[in-house]
């Protein structure tokens, strides 16, 4: 009997390095970034429609669901490329917050085309090369999309697109990610570092070695992203985060991203969940949106 509906999980990640190596002339920004997944995640249903539309809902009323929505645009794009006549109903449940360098709609719209793909069949024979020929595909619609449906840890290079995958992907590593209320412009922040003379660039290969080595104490101290140095001055409330999440047991707390979301690393669970508790005890004073638990994870 035919498929006619599927959920998937669309996992969230973060930067343990991210390093900006200058302007092209082309407007995008060179970039070195240690990629990471972790499982904090979305939920997608998908069901196929029969009159050939395609639909979204989501329980955030503040998320548009029309075709501005990433995957809705990946469902059309995927419908295009392999001459799909049956609809889609898309039902989003979100948690991961928005706007929050986590890449969310990047990883909902990679989880609407793996799940398309199984869903019409498309990828009965090689799942593997499926994935790769959706990596090419999604560049169309977003430099994050292709290293979501990678997954795991990978360097990523050019404006995001060149993709290695690290091995040993990085093991369970508990991770608190946290996202104050703040809004951070992205573009804001890019043009903010473009006149920027003494920011400093993190040691991206000494990282990756670390993470290769499974070395958490050297990964701790090698985290870096230059970002920090112009979204801070920005948003001062940023550094303040990261100084409470080491005095709670955090090993390590730096910025995902162009912000405002800050993860932190802990060597026990229970050291993790001790933190979560103060900081929502301080939420107000931290002005916090969302506190969650949560783990690097080593692939889809």
Not at 158 to 172: D, F, K, N, S, Y
Not at 270 to 281: F, I, T, V
Request: glycine share 8%.
């Amino acid at each position: 009997m035919a498929m006619k509906r599927i959920s998937r999980r669309a996992c969230a990640k973060i930067n343990l390095g991210l390093d900006v190596l200058g302007r092209r002339e082309d407007g995008y920004h060179e970039v070195r970034m240690l990629m990471q997944q972790v499982d904090l995640h979305d939920d997608l249903i998908l069901q196929k429609r029969e009159d050939g539309r395609i639909s979204m809902e989501c329980d955030r009323e503040d998320l548009p669901c029309d075709e501005t929505n990433l995957c809705v645009r990946a469902a059309e794009l995927m419908r295009r490329q392999y001459g799909l006549s049956g609809g889609l109903h898309i039902e989003l449940t979100k948690r991961i917050p928005l706007a929050a360098g986590l890449a969310g709609g990047s990883a909902d719209a990679a989880a609407v085309m793996l799940g398309m793909a199984e869903l019409f069949g498309l990828a009965q024979d090689d799942s593997e090369a499926m994935r790769r020929e959706l990596m090419h595909l999604a560049l169309q619609l977003g430099a994050d999309i292709p290293y979501c449906l990678m997954g795991g840890t990978a360097l990523a290079e050019g404006i995001g697109q060149i993709l290695t995958p690290v091995r040993p992907a990085l093991r369970e590593i508990p991770t608190l990610i946290v996202k104050p209320a703040a809004s951070v412009s992205t573009g804001e922040v890019y043009r903010a570092f473009d006149s920027c003379t003494d920011c400093h660039h993190p040691d991206i290969d000494g990282l990756l070695d670390a993470v290769r080595r499974e070395a958490y104490t050297d990964i701790c101290h090698l985290l870096g992203n230059i970002l920090e140095d112009v979204t801070i001055p920005l948003h001062p409330e940023i550094r303040q985060l990261k100084n409470v999440l080491r005095d709670h047991g955090a090993d390590a707390a730096m910025m995902s991203g162009s912000g405002p979301t800050v993860f932190a690393l802990f060597s026990e669970e229970g050291k993790m969940r001790d933190c979560r508790r103060k900081l929502l005890e301080q939420r107000e004073d931290l002005s916090l949106e969302g506190v969650f638990l949560s783990h690097t994870r080593g692939g889809v």
